[in-house]
């Protein structure tokens, strides 16, 4: 098939083959990530949760699930600390399976200021901030996490990419200022997953990009804009969220809305390597650019 016109798992029918093996969730320990983390638990996977934020919560939550939990605190921006992840996670199991690159800076909910500088005001230091933590981050654990899935000739990187440079805006459409950092940093992983994918392809190492944005199935409320609605509203609701945000609920996504795509993603063939996917009635798909 081509892509868009829709891939499926074993003609659509599960196979739960996460079982047991070891997943490291960045930026696991709230959030999106957090719910990506039950998911995966919930499936009987063994999950690392690299965050710079406390992870008690989200480990008792996976422990209450049956499975294994390692923390580790990590800053995805810093290399040593990387290499240090990959090689603590390495040292408890003894093999790592699946790495989800979620860590990162958003626009959505951000708490204090109802949206990001124009690039016209934005500081350089600023950009970097942004540019380092979603790109420069999703490099640093691909690189370090690679040697170890080439030892086992197999496994799945899953980014957190979005966005397309082709994307057509309706007319009447709010204007989305002062996500601009935000997008050219999600665009660029999807850049990235790409090459990155040819590289390790003799590996046998299915590299793919995919947003958490918009639920498995069904129309998504359209996003909102204006005075006090942080990032142009959208984004998704989670147990982290604002309580404002978690009031919102509805024009607002809730976490839910994601289901179990990563872990859906995480038994994906080689056929979908390289490309932007997407979940739709539990079946994965390769997105249309």
Same mark, same amino acid.
């Given at each position: 098939m081509v892509?868009?016109?829709?891939?499926?798992?074993?003609?659509?029918?599960?196979?739960?083959?996460?079982?047991?093996?070891?997943?490291?969730?960045?930026?696991?320990?709230?959030?999106?990530? *957090?719910?990506?983390?039950?998911?995966?638990?919930?499936? @009987?996977?063994?999950?690392? &949760?690299? /965050?710079?934020?406390? $992870?008690? +919560?989200?480990?008792?939550?996976?422990?209450?699930?049956?499975?294994?939990?390692?923390?580790?605190?990590?800053?995805?921006?810093?290399?040593?600390?990387?290499?240090?992840?990959?090689?603590?996670?390495?040292?408890?199991?003894?093999?790592?399976?699946?790495?989800?690159?979620?860590?990162?800076?958003?626009?959505?909910?951000?708490?204090?200021?109802? *949206?990001?500088?124009?690039?016209?005001?934005?500081?350089? @230091?600023?950009?970097?901030? &942004?540019? /380092?933590?979603?790109? $420069?981050? +999703?490099?640093?654990?691909?690189?370090?996490?690679?040697?170890?899935?080439?030892?086992?000739?197999?496994?799945?990187?899953?980014?957190?990419?979005?966005?397309?440079?082709?994307?057509?805006?309706?007319?009447?459409a709010s204007p989305n200022i002062g996500t601009c950092v935000y997008g050219v940093s999600k665009i660029s992983i999807r850049a990235f997953t790409r090459f990155v994918a040819e590289e390790e392809k003799e590996f046998n190492i299915c590299v793919m990009s995919m947003g958490p944005g918009g639920a498995t199935t069904g129309a998504q409320p359209e996003r909102r804009a204006g005075p006090g609605i942080p990032g142009g509203g959208g984004g998704i609701v989670t147990e982290d969220s604002p309580e404002w945000a978690r009031r919102d609920t509805g024009s607002a996504v809730m976490v839910d809305a994601i289901g179990d795509r990563y872990v859906i993603a995480a038994e994906a063939p080689m056929e979908f390597s390289g490309h932007q996917v997407v979940v739709r009635d539990g079946r994965l798909q390769i997105a249309s650019d």
């Open positions: 892509p868009g016109t829709g891939h499926d798992l074993s003609d659509g029918v599960r196979q739960v083959a996460v079982r047991d093996k070891v997943v490291v969730i960045t930026g696991g320990a709230q959030g999106v990530g *957090r719910y990506v983390a039950r998911t995966f638990a919930a499936e @009987g996977a063994r999950v690392a &949760i690299a /965050d710079i934020a406390p $992870a008690e +919560t989200v480990v008792a939550e996976i422990e209450q699930l049956g499975a294994e939990a390692l923390p580790i605190k990590t800053d995805v921006t810093d290399e040593r600390q990387v290499r240090s992840l990959m090689d603590q996670v390495y040292r408890r199991w003894g093999r790592i399976d699946v790495l989800v690159n979620n860590a990162g800076l958003v626009t959505h909910f951000h708490v204090g200021a109802p *949206r990001w500088p124009r690039i016209r005001d934005m500081d350089l @230091g600023f950009f970097k901030r &942004i540019m /380092d933590t979603n790109l $420069a981050g +999703t490099f640093l654990c691909t690189k370090h996490v690679i040697p170890y899935m080439e030892s086992l000739n197999d496994g799945h990187i899953i980014n957190f990419g979005q966005g397309n440079v082709s994307e057509q805006r309706r007319a009447d």
